[in-house]
């Protein structure tokens, strides 16, 4: 039937927006993760009607669809459907922004709306407000990641709870709006997110159950002041007491966007390539070298980065309860604020040029990490793919699926528990050592009582037997942290079977509502659910 | 089929947990709101598995199911299911605190837990942690309350929000836990609440789409200090700077717990009973006598209260920000903290005894309005709805249903822009004082965008013209109000038919997921929903 389906979808798009021929087939079906999908033709909408359009011919004809908003779903399968036979429909099309609302600081936006795009707009409109990027670079789609429950580390941090009002296309052809959009004339219906009855935004993310092709998204008012904190611990044993620090600190609220802990090891891959030569071709990195590299970029065992934001009065105040949690827990604690950043580059400025490169690089970096914060997205989180690449990160315009980087993200939450979070360390170094990989740990607060660790298993992605390691790997250690109770947050194409139990009343439910809401199963088939 | 339906209740509960005499049903179908439901029986499980049995009873006798917690739902119907012929299922007996962790700052709890019971225990136990009270009485039901997406004043004002983990029994008996929870083994269980897949908790609040036995709920480790502000401003026309100021605080961070604004009229109910005399029997309260009143208890039109969190230093730093924010917008701001209210009474104490009743009680209105902001439960919210009774509240153990009170709650919400606050002010007043009640405004900033606004019409229920006046002032404000576009964050059990419209395809939705959840529609048939 998808030859006919094909066809009509011609008719409704023009074929100059239905792509079948493999060249251009092909760009969607990279990926950072070992997949081949045969992917049928992709689809490119550009309203809403289309789309409902789209999805009243699928069910004609029984054809299944796999909505993306950019497709920059890096390390857990970028563009690509869960199963075999999909038609993608890329969204990247409808990229409008809608609204933006400065007194109620919100915006209203379409799949396609990148991070760099709604970032531009805020500051070519002045309108006083910032966003939270994520790492995932600046052609990313800012609706896309908070469906995928993507986060930041900025005050807005936890995306999913800063969307207010979704429209979304269901499987049926219709259109509906949640929260209290579908009181049409409703005034607060980008103020308030719960609407009247059941709440059901959560529903569609995470999930295959509609397409939303709007969503509202809340924003914040610059600060008077951003302050950003690094703390530095030089032993694997600081760990314990840094857990406790970061926690009571987000529980009493002296800090209120997530803090980040990084491992000496995944550091190393944001400013690094895989030093071949010191290793003299041993995997993984052998301890000696990791540590001479970190010596001479002066990176701790464990790295952290908070923020804090408020009056510069505020922040005083923060600063010292910051202080006084992190003393005798970090070794150094350092603030950076825009003021401190501008004068250490002014001072710079005339040597700049004579610099050693890692210098340079070192300083950037700090910029734009603390560019992040201040909500400016960028492109140093795309840099960790090329880890084991033979060629270096383009300095712009970085694309790891394109560039054969080997990346397969594993995301499992681990409660603050201190007890919690060595277990989990001693697990996870344990199993991807034996593998060859390296342990690159980054924790992030992602509430004050639980942190997500983004873990990357990093490979080459041209050396086969390298990729097949890396998805035993990848395996082993899901089946192993699954079992000991520390289950990812989110999780790749790949390995949807894993954590979709037929048996769990959990997913039969969900397997009802998709029934209910997909009756021809045409929607992201196997995508966390059973169908 | 109902007898038959109640033999096996009591073949399975034992006879004297299932109530069928008329003397004892009476106390279920008492209401503030002018209803009168037909109740088969009332039925009170201890035990999951007993919820279970009678859910699976009743698809077999296809009986209808009406869940309470503890059924203190004040205003809205309390205990009183929406459709007539239902049996109440009373889960107040099923009031285990299961686990506090006070590590994590949670606690699991069961739907009878009460917010006294779980306030005791948090400080029997010394748990460090403190909840987050709404203002329905120390007897109210934690969970029930938080599955109607109530609120309160502290940082975890939100209650929804800091629900992490349900246990729900659906309607073909099945136990399905949410978030993390159906992976059994999960170490983040309460510490992450999306879990992994569809994010379903919210399907389950303000709905009928299963039967919450067990959640959890996030607690807040006690601050080393808090500190009330209350800001009074002398007249009506200060209304858009207050909200411009509420807003901005919130936004920025300064203030990260809902602000209250209460109009003079609404603070009166709280303190006194209507002045029948000082009216000379006119309705509403004529305006003089209000300002008479008013100056007396020293109230401004418009009185504010937040708190703020944190370290010494912390409080300090935010307090200047809160002061000027709020100068030239209000015209005084108290700050209150702990060792002033001690000192305050200490002062005074030799002299209560022959202080003036009306002081004495304003000293116990402040100390009760703080210890809210503190965590503690109090009944000051419902002596309220005695306003025009004719015999006043007791002085503890108060039930506004038992004691024939008349309240109606209309809450509606708003957007925190100046110009739509103040015609809805506008509105409801001229609405309301058109049936001759008074227009009652409480203001809660439940979001930083949005105020719910909490407005009781309060009436004699015993006066039966008094009642239907009530009901169709009621009806009439809240047809004005849903056209304008302030929708209610929550309804009644007599105005679901206002809300749920069945050619809306959210409530289509809604049916369909009913539908596939529920086939034979035995749970709290029309609750926020079509069935």
Chains 1, 2 share one sequence.
């Not at 594993?410 to 007890?419: D, E, G």
């Amino acid at each position: 039937m998808i030859p006919e389906a094909v066809g009509e979808f011609q008719n409704l798009l023009g074929a100059d927006r239905v792509l079948t021929d493999e060249a251009r087939l092909q760009a969607y079906k990279r990926a950072t993760i070992p997949v081949n999908r045969d992917i049928c033709a992709v689809i490119l909408p550009r309203t809403t009607d289309e789309v409902i359009g789209i999805v009243r011919i699928a069910n004609r004809y029984r054809t299944a669809l796999y909505p993306v908003s950019t497709g920059k779903n890096w390390g857990y399968g970028s563009a690509n459907p869960v199963r075999d036979g999909n038609i993608i429909v890329d969204l990247s099309l409808m990229n409008k922004i809608i609204e933006v609302d400065t007194t109620l600081a919100y915006a209203v936006i379409e799949p396609g709306v990148t991070q760099e795009q709604l970032f531009t707009h805020l500051e070519t409109h002045a309108t006083g407000l910032m966003m939270d990027p994520t790492g995932a670079g600046p052609q990313c789609s800012v609706l896309g990641n908070a469906l995928e429950r993507g986060y930041g580390i900025t005050p807005h941090g936890d995306h999913f709870a800063n969307i207010c009002g979704m429209e979304v296309v269901l499987a049926d052809g219709s259109l509906v709006r949640t929260g209290f959009g579908h009181y049409t004339q409703c005034k607060a219906t980008y103020a308030y997110k719960y609407g009247l009855g059941p709440y059901l935004d959560g529903l569609f993310t995470q999930s295959n159950l509609g397409i939303v092709t709007k969503m509202g998204i809340w924003l914040m008012p610059k600060p008077e002041c951003v302050e950003a904190f690094y703390f530095f611990a030089p032993n694997e044993s600081d760990l314990p007491g840094l857990v406790d620090a970061i926690r009571e600190l987000l529980l009493q609220g002296t800090v209120r966007s997530p803090i980040n802990l990084v491992h000496r090891d995944r550091a190393l891959t944001m400013i690094h390539q895989y030093p071949w030569q010191e290793a003299r071709g041993n995997q993984p990195l052998p301890e000696q070298v990791a540590a001479h590299l970190a010596r001479k970029e002066h990176l701790g065992v464990w790295n952290g980065i908070g923020a804090l934001y408020g009056t510069k009065a505020e922040i005083a105040a923060a600063r010292k309860t910051v202080r006084k949690k992190l003393k005798g827990r970090a070794k150094n604690i350092v603030f950076l604020n825009k003021s401190k950043i501008f004068f250490l580059k002014r001072l710079l400025r005339p040597v700049v040029p004579i610099l050693p490169s890692q210098l340079r690089s070192r300083i950037d970096i700090t910029e734009k990490s603390f560019g992040i914060l201040c909500g400016v997205p960028s492109e140093i989180s795309l840099k960790t793919p090329y880890w084991r690449c033979t060629t270096p990160p383009p300095t712009r315009n970085i694309d790891p699926a394109r560039d054969h980087c080997g990346l397969l993200w594993f995301a499992p939450v681990i409660p603050m528990h201190p007890s919690e979070v060595r277990a989990f360390v001693q697990l996870a170094r344990s199993t991807v050592h034996a593998f060859g990989f390296e342990a690159c740990f980054t924790f992030t607060a992602v509430t004050a009582r639980a942190f997500d660790c983004n873990f990357p298993i990093l490979y080459n992605k041209k050396d086969l037997e390298e990729t097949q390691r890396a998805l035993a790997c990848y395996e082993t250690l899901m089946d192993k942290c699954m079992k000991e109770g520390f289950i990812p947050y989110r999780v790749g194409i790949n390995s949807m079977g894993k954590v979709v139990d037929p048996s769990d009343t959990f997913w039969q439910a969900v397997g009802k509502i998709k029934s209910a809401l997909d009756p021809h199963l045409i929607l992201a088939p196997g995508r966390y659910s059973l169908d």
